[in-house]
T-cell receptor, first 114, second 111 residues
Framework: AQSVSQHNHHVILSEAASLELGCNYS??????LFWYVQYPGQHLQLLLK??????LVKGIKGFEAEFIKSKFSFNLRKPSVQWSDTAEYFCAVTAGNQGGKLIFGQGTELSVKP | NAGVTQTPKFQVLKTGQSMTLQCAQD?????MYWYRQDPGMGLRLIYYSASEGTTDKGEVPNGYNVSRLNKREFSLRLESAAPSQTSVYFC??????????FGSGTRLTVV
């Protein structure tokens, strides 16, 4: 079965530090990849998505992610985080034969110190 | 505003009670989903409906039933609630190009 793994459960950074959150998936076929953010007390919001084409995807709020097919990875990056980036981040995948089901990783909680 | 509407937002149940979580979308999406969110486990798919008239089990279907009433509505029923079903439940829908939209969630506590 398809699965998604996020390596870091909780990341603590100071403002202006660079961010990279890891995401690996297990599925050998065509995939669509997503990063979602959930601010405290709110529902999920889409940060960015990859379907095909340029493996470097730019999203909202200065986030970007790189799809590396050979490593089954889709890591999220931001050059300089802000206190307002404090949230939980979820990587998610749909596989070509899974009927559009979105499978999520466990989530990474990001705390940014002012 | 277009989107996914879930009711109720909060609910407390006693063990053994039943309840139905309602979800409706107004984006003409074919597919709808129910997830539960638990700390450290991300969102796990309970049931989904790829189109009106069809439903399928997800990762954690035990203890739940669903009904795709029409294209707009997809309800989740707990027949006999258990403390292990204490969670935050999210409904979602998706259309072409996997544009997913999530509801604001239902926080359920079973005591």
């Amino acid at each position: 079965a398809q699965s998604v793994s996020q390596h870091n459960h909780h990341v603590i950074l100071s403002e202006a530090a660079s961010l990279e959150l890891g995401c690996n998936y297990s599925y050998g076929g065509t995939v669509n990849l997503f990063w979602y953010v959930q601010y405290p007390g709110q529902h999920l919001q889409l940060l960015l998505k990859y379907f095909s084409g340029d493996p470097l995807v730019k999203g909202i709020k200065g986030f970007e992610a790189e799809f590396i097919k050979s490593k089954f990875s889709f890591n999220l990056r931001k050059p300089s985080v802000q206190w307002s980036d404090t949230a939980e981040y979820f990587c998610a995948v749909t596989a070509g034969n899974q009927g559009g089901k979105l499978i999520f990783g466990q989530g990474t909680e990001l705390s940014v110190k002012p | 505003n277009a989107g996914v509407t879930q009711t109720p937002k909060f609910q407390v149940l006693k063990t053994g009670q039943s309840m139905t979580l309602q979800c409706a979308q107004d984006m003409n999406h074919n597919s709808m989903y129910w997830y539960r969110q638990d700390p450290g486990m991300g969102l796990r798919l309970i049931y989904y409906s790829a189109s009106e008239g069809t439903t399928d089990k997800g990762e954690v279907p035990n203890g739940y039933n669903v009904s795709r009433l029409n294209k707009r509505e997809f309800s989740l029923r707990l027949e006999s609630a258990a403390p292990s079903q204490t969670s935050v439940y999210f409904c979602a829908s998706s259309g072409k190009n996997y544009g997913y939209t999530f509801g604001s969630g239902t926080r359920l506590t079973v005591v």
